[in-house]
């Protein structure tokens, strides 16, 4: 499957919401998100995430 993915600060993480991924790292912080931001952005398959602490609050859900 196939979901909205991250690379930042060294990791691959899933995104959440417009400001932050599912482990509470925040991508942004302006009010408006950077075209910058958006193009990290990807949708990706699931098991490329390699942040841990995503993957296991995505599961919890
Ligand atoms: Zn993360």
Same mark, same amino acid.
């Given at each position: 499957?196939?979901?909205?993915? @991250? +690379? *930042?600060?060294?990791?691959?993480? @899933?995104? =959440? *919401?417009? +400001? =932050? #991924?599912? #482990?509470?790292?925040? !991508? +942004?912080?302006?009010? &408006?998100? %950077? &075209?910058? $931001?958006?193009? %990290? @952005? %990807? !949708?990706?398959? @699931? &098991? %490329?995430? $390699?942040? *841990? =602490? #995503? !993957?296991? +609050? !995505?599961? =919890?859900?």
């Amino acid at each position: 499957m196939l979901y909205p993915l @991250i +690379n *930042d600060a060294h990791k691959i993480h @899933i995104v =959440k *919401d417009i +400001n =932050k #991924c599912e #482990c509470g790292y925040k !991508f +942004n912080s302006e009010i &408006r998100v %950077k &075209r910058k $931001t958006l193009r %990290k @952005i %990807k !949708f990706v398959d @699931i &098991r %490329k995430v $390699t942040c *841990d =602490k #995503c !993957f296991l +609050n !995505f599961h =919890k859900s």
